[in-house]
Every structure is written in C-alpha cells, then in structure tokens.
C-alpha cells in the first residue's frame, strides 16, 4: 500500500518537468510581488499575441501570412511551425524535452472563429503537431486524434515521420535520469508551451496552441494543451483565451473557456484572466502541486483588449500590431515565487 502511495506521490510529482514551471528571467529576480492590474488594453486589427519569448518570431511570421491575405488558422499554422522546427525551443515541438522514457511526445489545437476546431494529443514522431491538428480540424469529422491514431492519420496525410529527439534533448534526459528524484526544476533557460490567439482584419477571432508538454513527464501523459476548453477556448461572439503552465491545475478548473465566459459576463480580459487565476489559487493552495505551481493566461475580447496574467511572476508574451510591430509584455501576477 506504502509503495503505490509511493509511487503515485512520485507520478504526481513526475508530470511537472522544467517547462512546466513556467521557468523565466524574472523568477529569480522576483522580490515582493505588487501586481498591477488595469483594465487591458485596446489594440487594432489585426492583432496577434502568443506566449513567451519564442512568441515573437511566432508572431512576425503569422503577421506575415496575414498581411499577405492568408487566413487566421494558416496564419497561425505558419507561426506555430517557427517554435516547432526551432531544436532551442525546449518546451515545442523538435527539441523538446522528452517524457521520462526519452520519447518526445507533443499536443496541439487549433479553433477558428467558427469554433471549428482540431487537435492532437501524444503525438510523436511528427514536427508539427499544429499542422496535423489543423488536418484533424479540416480533413475529419473529429476532433482529436491521439498517440498511434493520430500518426497513422498524420502519415496518411503525407506527413513525414522523423526522430524529434536532439543530442541535447537526450543528453539532458540522461542527466535527469541520473538523479531522477521526479521534482520540478525551476530554472531560466526554458520556456513553455506557445498559445496564439489572433483577431483578423474582419474582427474575427483564432486560436491555436502547441507543446511537448511537461518535461519528464509519465509516458501518455497529456496535458490542458490540446484540449479545447482548457489551453485554448474561444467565442467569436466575445473573445478567446490561451494558458501555459501546469496543464493539470488548467484542466481541473477548465482554465480557458471559464476565462471566455467571464468575458462574456462583462469582465475585461484582465478582469478575466486575473479571476480564473485566482479560482486556481484557491483551489490547490492545499494542493501537493503548489509549490511549483504556475499557470498564465493571455486574452483577448472583440473589442481587442488583450491582457496576460500569471499566478507567479515572469510569464510574458508577445504581441504583434499595425502600429507598433512586434514586442513583448510583461504579464501581471498575482505572487512572486517567494510568497
Ligand atoms: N501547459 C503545458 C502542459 O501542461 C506546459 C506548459 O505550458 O509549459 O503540458
């Protein structure tokens, strides 16, 4: 009985890997923390906004298929590619940190503002699970497809099957393994999950998310990423909503979409996001995921406000308009990680 305690406190333990801390310049440098929440702010149309650093070359790209009159979904599509293919970004597609078998396993969703939508979930073998989802999405009368179904569909639709595992990914995999003592790592040089929502020139709304989730997590684990609802939920009618983070603490309040029906209560994105953030708080600060718990969330409404905010400080995104180009934000948190 003691050794499935054990092993279940192990398990638990075991899915928060390095990225999904949600690791960040800011989280050392954290002192006192003084969020400060405004209202969000208004942008233009288009717009586009994505998670972390690796948003912004995301961004540029999908700016790009924009402007030349490409739609939101193969816009974003084309984005989320740039982080996939990309061997430094630890925490999406190629490169990404492996489970705690050495298998890179990745999740996706795309929705448009029809909210029409696709996605894959413990997908390995393929670069760009955001690509096979937007298949899903379009080539299928389905939602998600997973693990061998979703690469014999992927494979069926000409993608190509490759090792995504890099010399690096597996060199720090067999470090880890070293030790293995299945604790989260909180450090800088990793970033997460990339969540996109983007507002075309006619004002409608898209969304689409992609991941090879927690590092070291028990093989079949999926995260909030690939589940509509949870890393990703829209309504054309009122606004769209993305997380990163620990996926299990987003699913268990089903993160994105209440983030959307606040919105659609009246809440700025903020307001929205800041609320939802809270709900989480209260409901795991008795949890045995706390300590190294983070979630953010970025939103967007169709008055296009946006906003991000994250339980814990360092979470920034990108943001992309006609009249500034492409830059990064800080979000606002409701805690420093000393508190
Ligand atoms: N939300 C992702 C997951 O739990 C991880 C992340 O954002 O880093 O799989």
């Known amino acids: 009985m003691s050794d499935r305690r054990d092993f279940i406190k192990k398990a638990a333990l075991g899915t928060i890997g390095i990225s999904s801390v949600l690791s960040c310049t800011s989280v050392t440098s954290a002192t006192a923390a003084v969020p400060v929440v405004s209202s969000g702010k208004k942008g233009s149309k288009p717009f586009v906004i994505s998670t972390w650093n690796h948003g912004l070359p995301a961004n540029d790209e999908t700016w790009k298929q924009l402007k030349n009159g490409k739609s939101a979904i193969d816009a974003i599509e084309a984005g989320m590619r740039i982080p996939e293919a990309d061997p430094k970004v630890r925490s999406v597609g190629y490169g990404g940190f492996p489970d705690r ?15 029409d939508c696709g996605a894959v979930s413990f997908l390995q073998g393929i670069k760009h699970p955001i690509s096979v989802a937007k298949n899903v999405m379009q080539n299928t009368p389905h939602v998600m497809l997973s693990g061998e179904g979703a690469l014999q569909f992927a494979l069926s639709e000409g993608f190509k099957e490759e090792n995504l595992l890099t010399a690096e990914a597996e060199a720090d995999w067999k470090k880890w393994m070293e030790e293995s003592k299945y604790k989260p790592v909180i450090n800088m040089e990793n970033h997460d999950t ?67 029906e606040l919105m659609r209560q009246g809440k700025s994105p903020l307001e929205a996001c800041k609320e939802i953030v809270e709900r989480i708080y209260n409901k795991h600060k008795n949890h045995r995921d706390m300590e190294y718990l983070q979630v953010g969330f970025i939103a967007i409404n169709k008055n296009g406000e946006h906003a991000g905010y994250s339980l814990r400080s360092g979470f920034n995104y990108a943001i992309t308009d006609e ?15 000393e508190e």
């Open 101 to 115: 078998e050495g298998k890179v396993t990745l999740d996706a969703c795309i929705m448009d503002h029809n909210s």
């Open 194 to 260: 990339i969540s996109m929502l983007v507002i075309d020139k006619d004002g409608n709304i898209s969304g689409g998310c992609t991941t090879s989730g927690a590092a070291w997590k028990m093989h079949g684990r999926v995260g909030d990423s690939p589940i509509i609802g949870a890393g990703l939920f829209l309504d054309n009618e009122v606004g769209g909503a993305a997380s990163t983070g620990l996926g299990e603490a987003v699913i268990r309040t089903a993160g994105s979409a209440m983030v959307v």
């Open 323 to 337: 009249a500034e180009g492409s830059r990064m934000e800080d979000a606002t948190f409701k805690m420093s990680w």
